[in-house]
Nanobody, 116 residues
């Protein structure tokens, strides 16, 4: 059973940067597709960025393309989301996700608030 714990959220001004971390325990993340999702108040959860396998390509939502970068460090069993040039519309609760055939795991989320 994989447990995921996110950290790194906070309050930042528009144009600022944050790096979110997601530490996994209970299993290695190698072999899992990993991703970051977010949910703003009153809106549905949406995918932000994902990486389907170690050393594989990454994918980003159009709304964050060129600003957000997903990465993983399998040795540290950690997933990162580097967020640059943050905008007020990026304000949301950010979740880490790990998935492989037959199982899917979520963290508890970390809040990101961007002030204008």
């Amino acid at each position: 059973q994989v447990q995921l714990v996110e950290s790194g959220g906070g309050l930042v001004m528009s144009g600022g940067s944050l790096r979110l971390s997601c530490v996994a325990s209970g299993s290695t993340l190698d072999g899992y597709a990993i991703g970051w999702f977010r949910q703003a108040p009153g809106k549905e959860r949406e995918g932000v960025a994902c990486n389907t396998r170690t050393d594989g390509p990454t994918y980003s939502a159009q709304s964050v393309k060129g600003r957000f970068t997903i990465s993983r460090d399998n040795a540290a069993n950690t997933v990162y989301l580097q967020m640059n040039d943050l905008k007020p519309e990026d304000t949301a609760l950010y979740y880490c996700n790990a998935r492989q055939t037959g199982s899917e795991h979520w963290g508890q989320g970390t809040q990101v608030t961007v002030s204008s």
